[in-house]
Antibody
Framework: EVQLVESGGNLVQPGGSLRLSCAAS????????MGWVRQAPGKGLEWVST????????YYADSVKGRFTISRDKSKNTLYLQMISLRAEDTAVYSC??????????????WGQGTMVTVSS | QSVLTQPPSASGTPGQRVTISCSGS????????VYWYQQLPGTAPKLLIY???QRPSGVPDRFSGSKSGTSASLAISGLRSEDEAEYYC???????????FGGGTKLTVL
């Protein structure tokens, strides 16, 4: 069974940092693109970042470019999102999602349950 | 303000057919596939339609997708109470080099 389990969410002060993790199982992790999508309380879905399978090209939403870094450890089947210079508007549930192929254009076909990040003083 | 535009709400009675629209531009819907997600309250989104009109295994054929130019639609026929959920469209955007989502449509089954 394909499974994605996020962790690392927490309450952090504005300007602070946090690293989210997503443990993947049930599929060949290195072959697929993976992404992070967030959902602020009571709001819609917002794509954050994607890392392609294979060479691992990365893509970011303009709202997080320069502050967030996506990476993957193929030996641990784990996806990461390093977040720095956090702002109140980054408060959201962050979900990792497997994409349907190796490229960034493939749909998010399996989603984790998400981890909550709250940025507040 | 979302890049893809959806109506905020839609409704129907059991058994009815409802459609949800999604409007974009040449850099997203016009040039790329459209995907639809269903999010039941308190749960993770679920892929409902991929590549404009394809259903993943397990999705009932009551759900169908279509695309024309820079717009797309999700149709749900034989509406059921369990279809009450938030529905999102999504597409890759070539200008942004990233994914864009619609703002979501809350479907109420009356």
């Amino acid at each position: 069974e394909v499974q994605l389990v996020e962790s690392g969410g927490n309450l952090v002060q504005p300007g602070g940092s946090l690293r989210l993790s997503c443990a993947a199982s049930g599929f060949t992790f290195s072959s697929y693109a993976m992404g992070w999508v967030r959902q602020a309380p009571g709001k819609g879905l917002e794509w954050v970042s994607t890392i392609s399978g294979g060479a691992g090209s990365t893509y970011y939403a303009d709202s997080v470019k320069g502050r967030f870094t996506i990476s993957r450890d193929k030996s641990k089947n784990t996806l990461y999102l390093q977040m720095i210079s956090l702002r109140a508007e980054d408060t959201a549930v962050y979900s990792c999602a497997k994409q349907g192929g190796g490229g960034p254009y493939d749909a998010f076909d399996i989603w984790g349950q998400g981890t909550m990040v709250t940025v507040s003083s | 303000q979302s890049v893809l535009t959806q109506p905020p709400s839609a409704s129907g009675t059991p058994g009815q057919r409802v459609t949800i629209s999604c409007s974009g531009s040449s850099s997203n819907i016009g040039d790329n596939y459209v995907y639809w997600y269903q999010q039941l309250p308190g749960t993770a989104p679920k892929l409902l339609i991929y590549r404009n009109n394809q259903r993943p295994s397990g999705v009932p054929d009551r759900f169908s997708g279509s695309k024309s130019g820079t717009s797309a639609s999700l149709a749900i026929s034989g509406l059921r109470s369990e279809d009450e959920a938030e529905y999102y469209c999504a597409a890759w955007d070539d200008s942004l080099s990233g994914w864009v989502f619609g703002g979501g449509t809350k479907l109420t089954v009356l």
